[in-house]
């Protein structure tokens, strides 16, 4: 009880001096004080039990001088009832012998009748009794280190590293599904910066062949109202990732993340009417979106079937 209000004492006076503190808690880590404080505790205990004997040890001395004094003979075992057991005989006594056993029960059976019910009145079995004193034991170690050394993390803190940790996996959790988008799924995105990462694939991966506008070159011109393949977001990611090899577009799913694939089939999406120099002639069928206001005529109807890229395998 003194050492710990000790400690408290010790970094309210450091404290006072800024720099002092600092360099104190450079040189004595946390560690290095809980082992002092323990330490101490345990130089305290050990004074303590020294301090005890001592006394028992006087104590049987005075009575024996006084007897002696007076002239009166001790009786045989009064070196017994004077000092007593040692102190490990009464702790054993007291936390491991101290109960009768379940045959002797009905000695100390009280007679009192409670409609039948009879008081048993016996110590708790050492076992168990010693069990409880080892959560007390532990409940004052886990609040030292959780509590007040501030060793581990709080419930609170636990709860928000849970939450964080969710949060991460969540993120690698919708990665996933963003990575499993495919052409039945696949959405055309608006998102800026998403768009700004299909440009990127599209001039890195397809310009050479498509043009740096999309204008076309050995590949068709991929801004104009035509579509060999069909256009729309499914068939455009459909096309990229079956690819036409045949002709000479491979089947980007071997080199692009399906979330990639949307991407940059996006960003093509975004091209259309924008009218590039050089444009490459039209190629396919005029497209027009699935619910779009124009009527439908039949070479609608056939872009939509000759929507279906080759089977690539
Ligand atoms: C090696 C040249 C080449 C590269 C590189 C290339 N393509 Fe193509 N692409 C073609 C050719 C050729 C066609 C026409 C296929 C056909 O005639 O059926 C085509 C067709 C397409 C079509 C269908 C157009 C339509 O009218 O239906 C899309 C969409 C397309 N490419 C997207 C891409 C994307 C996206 C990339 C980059 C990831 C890319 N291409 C890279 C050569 C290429």
Redesign the pocket.
Same mark, same amino acid.
Request: proline share 5%.
């Given at each position: 009880m003194l050492i710990v209000p000790g400690g408290a004492l010790l970094a309210q006076a450091t404290a006072a001096t800024p720099a002092a503190a600092a360099d104190q808690a450079d040189l004595l880590p946390q560690y290095m004080t809980w082992a002092l404080i323990v330490g101490g505790a345990l130089v305290f205990i050990a004074a303590m039990f020294y301090v005890i004997k001592v006394n028992q040890f006087l104590y049987k001395r005075i009575v024996q001088m006084e007897a002696a004094k007076a002239g009166v003979a001790l009786p045989e075992d009064a070196a017994n009832v004077l000092g007593g057991d040692s102190f490990w005989t009464t702790m054993r006594k007291k936390y491991w012998e101290d109960v009768v056993p379940v045959e002797r029960e009905k000695d100390i059976m009280l007679h009192h009748d409670y409609d039948g019910i009879h008081e048993l009145d016996n110590s708790m079995p050492p076992w168990w009794l010693n069990m409880f004193y080892i959560t007390i034991i532990w409940a004052v170690g886990y609040m030292f280190y959780y509590h007040w050394g501030g060793g581990g993390p709080s419930s609170e803190e636990e709860y928000k590293n849970k939450v964080e940790r969710a949060k991460k996996e969540m993120a690698v959790a919708l990665a996933g599904q963003a990575n499993a988008v495919d052409e039945s799924n696949v959405t055309a995105l608006t998102d800026a910066g998403m768009l700004g990462e299909g440009e990127l694939?599209?001039k890195n991966?397809?310009?050479?062949? @498509?043009g740096q506008g999309g204008e076309g070159s050995?590949?068709?011109? =991929?801004t104009d109202d035509?579509?060999? @393949?069909?256009?729309g977001i499914k068939?455009?990611f459909k096309?990229?990732k079956y690819?036409?090899p045949?002709?000479?577009?491979?089947a980007?799913s071997s080199? =692009?993340k399906p979330s990639d694939?949307q991407k940059?089939?996006s960003?093509?999406l975004t091209l259309h009417g924008t009218n590039p120099p050089n444009p490459k002639a039209p190629?396919?069928d005029i497209w027009k979106e699935e619910g779009a206001a124009a009527p439908q005529d039949t070479t609608v109807t056939d872009t939509v079937k000759t929507a279906e890229?080759?089977p690539t395998k």
């Open positions: 694939i599209f991966s397809c310009a050479a062949c @498509h050995v590949g068709p011109n =991929l035509y579509w060999i @393949h069909g256009g068939n455009v096309t990229i690819g036409v045949e002709k000479g577009m491979i980007w080199q =692009l694939m940059v089939a960003y093509i190629q396919g890229p080759a």
